[in-house]
């Protein structure tokens, strides 16, 4: 009998060498879970998803000014240029440069009777694009007829800086040369913009 009470107990409990095994087994599933789930590289997918959100929310909003003005947002008259080749900051104070209204001016509420003002953004759009912590959007725009404006800006994360990469393979004819491998503000050397259209 007394054998059996010994190997009733023996099944009942895990040896140390067990309980050690599963501890180190669970460790390496842990780190390989954080390697899989960066946390650093998911935060800045999210910037980028916010800043390519924001793009196209300029954009449809330089495409709304133009198409009720017919000016771009950047002109204050039809005898302005209307390319924008210097791959200009959109928030910029003095973008446009020598025009009375900035582009923010042009698109947000009349805050000046100077500048028209068509509520094309809000106030609370603009406060987030001048934000210091904002990735600053750029514009380009080539002038020739039938070139797009493109509004672009700097990947934060590894799966943007890719999707910027493989399109600077092979870019749209207007496409600004800027974009590709020497994006303004860019945190390595040879980065790429994502651009949008």
């Known amino acids: 009998m007394k054998i059996k009470d010994l ?9 140390m060498i067990e309980l050690l095994i599963v501890i180190a087994v669970l460790g390496v599933l842990a780190v390989a879970v954080l ?27 330089i495409d709304r ?3 009720n003005r017919g000016l771009w947002p950047w002109q204050d008259d039809d005898t302005e240029e209307d390319s924008v080749t210097d791959f200009v900051t959109a928030v910029s104070e003095d973008f446009p440069s020598g025009s009375t ?8 509420a009349e805050r ?22 904002h990735n600053d959007l750029h514009i380009y725009y080539g002038g020739d007829s039938g070139d797009s404006v493109y ?21 749209p004819a207007d496409f600004p040369p800027e974009a590709c491998a020497n994006c303004p503000e860019s945190l390595g050397d040879n980065a790429s913009c994502v651009c949008l259209p």
């Open 7 to 15: 190997k009733v107990k023996i099944q009942r409990g895990f040896t």
């Open 35 to 61: 390697a899989t789930f960066n946390p650093i590289e998911q935060i800045n997918r999210g910037r980028d998803t916010s800043s390519r959100s924001d793009s196209e929310q300029l954009l449809s909003a």
């Open 65 to 67: 000014y133009n198409a």
């Open 101 to 108: 209204c900035s582009m923010v001016d042009n698109l947000g």
């Open 112 to 133: 000046d009777p100077a500048c028209p003002g068509t509520d094309e953004i809000k106030e609370s759009f603009i406060a987030r694009l001048t934000s210091t912590s």
């Open 151 to 171: 509004v672009c800006f700097n990947p934060q994360s590894k799966a943007f800086s890719q999707e910027a990469n493989i399109r600077c393979d092979s870019p």
